[in-house]
C-alpha cells in the first residue's frame, strides 16, 4: 500500500499542490524529511513564479509527477541545522534555486557545475535521493541540504531576490561563460519578460551597451526609462533591423515560444554568440549559412551551479540588482498563472508564502 504524501516523512508541511495537468493549485498537506547533519530547515517567506512552474503544473514536457507542489525560487529564514552544516545558523537569509540535489561526484559535479550533472534533481517534481518526491517553495517549510542554499545579503528585500534562485543565475551564467560581461560590448535582450528584464540589469551592471529586441513596440518607455536599456528595436521592423544589423557583439534570447532565429544572426557582428535560454515546445530550424559566413555561435545554456548563484547573488547585492515584482497572497496563485500565460505581469509574480500561506488554506 502507498504511503500518502503526509505520512512519508516525520515533519508535517502545508502548501499548496496541482494534483493533475488542469494545473490547478489547491491547500496540500504533507511533510518533509527531518533534518541530516548537512541540512538546513528553512521556514519560507517568499517564492517567486517562474514560467517553468506553468509548463510543470500543465505537464507540459510529459515527464510531471502530481501532487506537484511548484516552486523553485525560495527565500526563507533559517529555523534549524544539522549537526555537520558549517556555512549556515539559525536565523540567517537564504535561498534555494531549481536544485536540490546532484552527484556530487561526477566532473560537472566536480567543477561546481551541478546544474549539468546528469543526475541533478530538481527542487519540485522530481525523485531525491531517498526516492521521495520532491516538494517546492509554494510551501511553509523546506528542507535542503547545506551545499544548495545560498546566503541572501543583508541589503537586498527578500520579495524582490527570490526571482534571482532561477531567472537571475539563468541570464547571468551564459553571459559569464559567453564573455558577455565585459564593459563595452553591445549586447541585445530578446524578450522582456521575467527573464529579459533582469538580464537588461545584469548588463547594464556589468557595462555593457543594452538593446532590447521585442515583438512588442509598447514595451519600449519601460525598457528604456524604467530599466535603463539603451536602445529598443521591434523585432518585426525590417527598417530597425537592417539599420541594426551587424552591430551586437552577443544577443541572450529570453523568449520561449518558437520564433525566427534568422533576424537575430543578422544583428550580430561577425564572431557574435546568440544565446538561448527559452525552451520552446517545438524546435527551431537552424540557418546554416548565417553561422558559417560570419563564424557566428548559437548556445544554450542552464541555470548556474551553486558556486555561480551565490556568486551572482553577491554581484546583484553590490550593484543593486533586484527583479521587479507584483507580491501576491497564496490564493491568487491560480489567477496569477492564468495571467503568466497570457504574459500579463511586469515582470515576475512573488508569492508572500510567510504572512498569506496559512491564513488562505
Known amino acids: 500500500m502507498s504511503i500518502v504524501p503526509e505520512d512519508e516523512h516525520q515533519k508535517n508541511a502545508l502548501g499548496w499542490a496541482a494534483r493533475d495537468s488542469s494545473g490547478l493549485l489547491s491547500p496540500f498537506k504533507f511533510s518533509r524529511r527531518p533534518i541530516g547533519e548537512k541540512d538546513v530547515a528553512l521556514k519560507v517567506l517568499y517564492c517567486g513564479i517562474c514560467h517553468t512552474d506553468l509548463h510543470m503544473i500543465k505537464n507540459d514536457w510529459g515527464y510531471s509527477i502530481y501532487p506537484l507542489v511548484p516552486g523553485h525560487e525560495i527565500v526563507g529564514e533559517v529555523t534549524e541545522v544539522g549537526s555537520k552544516v558549517s556555512k549556515f545558523k539559525v536565523g540567517d537569509k537564504v535561498g534555494v534555486?531549481?536544485?536540490?540535489?546532484?552527484?556530487?561526484?561526477?566532473?560537472?559535479?566536480?567543477?561546481?557545475?551541478?546544474?549539468?550533472?546528469?543526475?541533478?534533481?530538481?527542487?519540485?517534481?522530481?525523485?531525491?535521493?531517498?526516492?521521495?518526491?520532491?516538494?517546492?517553495?509554494?510551501?511553509?517549510?523546506?528542507?535542503?541540504?547545506?551545499?544548495?542554499?545560498?546566503?541572501?545579503?543583508?541589503?537586498?528585500?527578500l520579495?524582490?531576490?527570490?526571482?534571482?534562485?532561477?531567472?537571475?543565475?539563468?541570464?547571468?551564467?551564459?553571459?559569464?561563460?559567453?564573455?558577455?560581461?565585459?564593459?563595452?560590448?553591445?549586447?541585445?535582450?530578446?524578450?522582456?519578460?521575467?527573464?529579459?528584464?533582469?538580464?537588461?540589469?545584469?548588463a547594464k551592471a556589468m557595462g555593457a551597451k543594452v538593446t532590447v529586441i521585442s515583438t512588442s513596440p509598447s514595451k519600449k518607455q519601460e525598457a528604456l526609462e524604467i530599466l535603463g536599456a539603451d536602445s529598443f528595436l521591434v523585432s518585426r521592423d525590417e527598417d530597425q533591423l537592417k539599420a541594426a544589423k551587424g552591430t551586437m557583439n552577443g544577443i541572450v534570447d529570453t523568449v520561449s515560444a518558437k520564433h525566427d532565429l534568422q533576424p537575430l544572426l543578422g544583428l550580430l557582428k561577425n564572431h557574435g554568440k546568440l544565446v538561448l535560454i527559452g525552451v520552446p515546445v517545438k524546435p527551431y530550424e537552424l540557418p546554416a549559412a548565417s553561422l558559417i559566413l560570419g563564424r557566428k555561435l548559437v548556445g544554450g545554456s542552464n541555470v548556474g551551479g551553486l558556486e555561480e548563484t551565490q556568486e551572482m547573488i553577491d554581484f546583484a547585492a553590490k550593484h543593486n540588482v533586484t527583479a521587479n515584482v507584483e507580491v501576491i497572497p497564496m490564493d491568487y496563485v491560480n489567477t496569477a498563472f492564468e495571467r503568466l500565460a497570457k504574459a500579463d505581469v511586469r515582470y515576475r509574480f512573488v508569492v508572500d508564502i510567510g504572512n498569506t500561506l496559512k491564513t488562505s488554506s
Open 159 to 202: 520579495d524582490a531576490a527570490a526571482p534571482l534562485l532561477c531567472a537571475g543565475t539563468t541570464v547571468y551564467s551564459p553571459m559569464k561563460y559567453y564573455g558577455l560581461d565585459k564593459p563595452g560590448l553591445h549586447l541585445g535582450v530578446v524578450g522582456l519578460g521575467g527573464l529579459g528584464h533582469v538580464a537588461v540589469k545584469f
Open 97 to 157: 534555486g531549481y536544485m536540490v540535489g546532484s552527484c556530487r561526484s561526477c566532473d560537472d559535479c566536480s567543477d561546481n557545475l551541478e546544474n549539468y550533472c546528469p543526475k541533478m534533481i530538481p527542487t519540485c517534481g522530481a525523485k531525491y535521493h531517498d526516492g521521495t518526491i520532491t516538494y517546492g517553495g509554494f510551501s511553509d517549510t523546506m528542507v535542503a541540504d547545506e551545499h544548495f542554499v545560498v546566503r541572501i545579503p543583508d541589503n537586498m528585500p
